[in-house]
């Protein structure tokens, strides 16, 4: 099945990288939605296995094998875009300690909603706060969502999104 707004995450997220040059400690894990080869996987105890695994995030962003940035992306519809399903997204990174090579630290978690819906874009607004005021829980610290159609984030909504993925490994990188 193609997703070709998880694409379009993953290929702003690749230009960016190589634009900036990140160093090379920082490594993109991309999920198979987003072109990657492997699943991305975190568990909930070391002991890795498919019980004790939480979730398959789009987007994992390490340094040193350290996790610091999870990225999960909804398409359009719906059943994807459900409070419940945005909300327990988080929660399974809350709940998590590691990943397929490494452990969890001062995680930033962002989510990127597409939708066109006004009232959407606002429920996301209200998530965000709420979880904000949550924080730090577990490994994660710092929480996001971006919500816009492919045109929106294409406009201004990558600049954006890339800002705070920079904001993110910049304040991860003496933690």
């Given at each position: ?30 999920g ?8 991305n996987q975190l ?12 979730s398959?995030p ?15 992306i ?35 978690f ?24 949550l ?41």
């Amino acid at each position: 099945m193609e997703h070709p707004f998880h694409l379009m995450i993953a290929n702003s997220i690749q230009a960016q990288v190589q634009f900036l040059e990140w160093p090379a400690n920082y490594v993109v894990h991309f999920g198979l939605d987003c072109g990657g080869l492997d699943e991305n996987q975190l568990f909930c105890v070391d002991e890795k296995s498919n019980v004790t695994r939480f979730s398959k995030p789009d987007i994992l962003i390490t340094r040193d094998r350290e996790l610091k940035v999870i990225v999960e992306i909804e398409e359009s519809g719906e059943s994807n875009q459900a409070p419940v399903k945005i909300n327990g997204k988080l929660m399974n990174a809350i709940c998590s300690c590691c990943y397929q090579d490494g452990e969890l630290k001062d995680v930033w978690f962002v989510q990127v909603i597409q939708t066109a819906i006004e009232t959407k874009k606002q429920q996301c607004q209200y998530i965000q706060q709420k979880a904000r005021e949550l924080l730090p829980l577990g490994p994660v610290i710092n929480y996001q969502i971006f919500a816009a159609t492919q045109q929106d984030y294409l406009h201004e909504g990558e600049e954006k999104f890339l800002k705070h993925i920079e904001e993110a490994l910049q304040s991860t990188a003496t933690r």
